[in-house]
């Protein structure tokens, strides 16, 4: 099942960075920083000296925070091509949330750019080893090279404790993904590519690091905003990706016009018709993708432009799949039942985290149309998936449980048209007849938790349903109908 092709040889990511940037055409461009593809290597060169005198053994992942920025990149390709592959962590995430993984990591030390040093001073006293403040990079002519199946760089998705688990990206897998995802987009050295998804996430770094691979000229901007959206459209990028709810946004605000624009690749969530239509309108031209994978590895499928164009054509149903499966992938279902839904499992030498067999399990659960088209059914485990990012209930709720005022607490997610999915708590109070409320609960959860984990929706119960064994029965977590005038802490 799926489309599987005769697999691609492909150097290393380092060789294919390389051999994209000596030139001395413009390779970044970040507010009033401006460097050729020779200067980014050479900037590689100096962060690779720079890593080299901090202890480390040969491939140890360095755990960074870092957003981006064109001293990241240089860090990047600098670590992917000296043996110490960098590790950047999510810097708008809690100091207990960044210890917690730094801690998991085992690692000696923690990398910072300066902006983020006190963050990383935090982090630091909490795990007990010395934070390093990145400096200046100096330019260094020293060449950058790598063995394919040494590490390029981690990246962490959340695990099933809530703990955010490494993601090993090596040499050889990561250039498989960017000739695979390089292609859907059609990335080149003429292209420009801009983006604001965070560094730390697959869909910053990951497609930074397509983009990186192919000379592309790249900018980024450090979150999403109208204004930072109108500044990609002045500087004129070609390649952009977003998730369906940031369109939106634009959409509504009157600014999502952007004509130079060629490719837009999204993901997260379904995008919606007339969504889609007045996309078109507002982008002539746009070549729109839905990739969908996850940190583990990307593309799994891929609704193309074509699929787009005849959605609007009057094929609307085409939007709620993910497409057929992308170049190079074998796609099967595993445990399928009488409706066809089972496991998505995925082959391909893209895919990072994969079994003795190259089976990428993704935990998604869904069916395969006849004409080969994918529709996901949810997940074979709990996790919420709000706009692009992974939420576990398990570490929402352990918070909230530390709070006074709550006696048990559980967290699903809900239905959400611009997210795909949104968190919502269902709380047992201490006292039943004086809940807390629910702004402060949301400060509190907020003051421990990254935004996008903190519930939206607050639900006041009696009790929780539990089965015989005292687990929680999320499928019994029902949102009850709303009544004008109902309280609920939205």
Request: glycine residues 12%; charged residues 20%.
């Amino acid at each position: 099942m799926g489309g599987a092709q005769k697999a691609v040889a492909a150097p290393t990511w380092t060789a294919m960075v390389n051999r994209a940037y000596d030139h001395a055409r413009p390779a970044v461009r970040f507010r009033d920083v401006g460097w050729t593809g020779r200067e980014l290597l050479d900037r590689a060169g100096g962060a690779a000296d720079l890593l080299d005198t901090l202890g480390l053994a040969p491939g140890e992942p360095v755990p960074a925070l870092i957003a981006t920025s064109a001293d990241a990149l240089a860090l990047v390709i600098g670590g992917a091509g000296s043996g110490h592959p960098l590790a950047p962590l999510g810097v708008r995430a809690t100091p207990y949330e960044v210890a917690a993984v730094v801690k998991a990591s085992g690692s000696q030390l923690l990398l910072a750019q300066p902006e983020f040093a006190e963050l990383g001073e935090h982090v630091a006293q909490l795990v007990g080893c010395p934070a390093v403040v990145v400096p200046e990079l100096r330019p260094s002519g020293r060449a950058l090279t790598a063995e394919p199946d040494a590490l390029a760089a981690v990246l962490h998705t959340s695990g099933t404790t809530g703990i955010p688990k490494p993601v090993p990206m090596t040499q050889r897998r990561l250039a498989a993904r960017a000739h695979v995802n390089g292609r859907l987009c059609a990335l080149g050295p003429d292209s420009f590519y801009g983006g604001s998804a965070p560094f730390h996430h697959i869909a910053g770094l990951g497609n930074i690091a397509v983009a990186l691979a192919a000379g592309a000229l790249i900018t980024g901007l450090p979150r999403f905003t109208v204004e930072g959206w109108a500044l990609l459209r002045e500087l004129g990028t070609t390649h952009t990706s977003m998730v369906p709810a940031m369109l939106e946004t634009l959409l509504a605000a009157g600014q999502a016009r952007h004509e130079r624009l060629r490719v837009l690749q999204y993901g997260g969530a379904p995008i919606r018709p007339g969504t889609l239509r007045r996309t078109y309108e507002a982008m002539p031209g746009v070549r729109m993708l839905n990739m969908f994978g996850q940190t583990e590895g990307s593309p799994i499928s891929v609704l193309t432009p074509e699929d787009h164009r005849e959605a609007v054509a009057g094929h609307a149903a085409l939007l709620r799949s993910v497409g057929r499966a992308a170049p190079g992938v074998e796609l099967r279902v595993r445990d399928a039942g009488p409706d066809g839904v089972g496991e998505i499992h995925a082959r391909a030498d893209h895919l990072f985290r994969v079994d003795a067999e190259g089976w990428l399990h993704s935990g998604d659960l869904g069916r395969v149309s006849e004409d080969g088209y994918l529709y996901l059914s949810g997940r074979r485990t709990d996790m919420i998936i709000r706009g692009g990012e992974n939420v576990h209930p398990l570490e929402v709720e352990t918070v909230l449980a530390s709070h006074p005022g709550i006696a048990d607490v559980a967290v699903a997610g809900a239905p959400d048209d611009r997210l795909g999915q949104t968190v919502v708590a269902f709380v047992v109070p201490s006292d039943l007849d004086d809940p807390p409320e629910p702004a402060a609960l949301r400060t509190y959860a907020r003051d421990r938790l990254s935004g996008f984990k903190v519930p939206v929706r607050w639900w006041f119960v009696d009790e929780l349903p539990r089965n015989a064994n005292g687990k929680v029965m999320r499928r019994g977590l029902r949102e009850p109908p709303v009544n004008k005038g109902d309280s609920y802490g939205t």
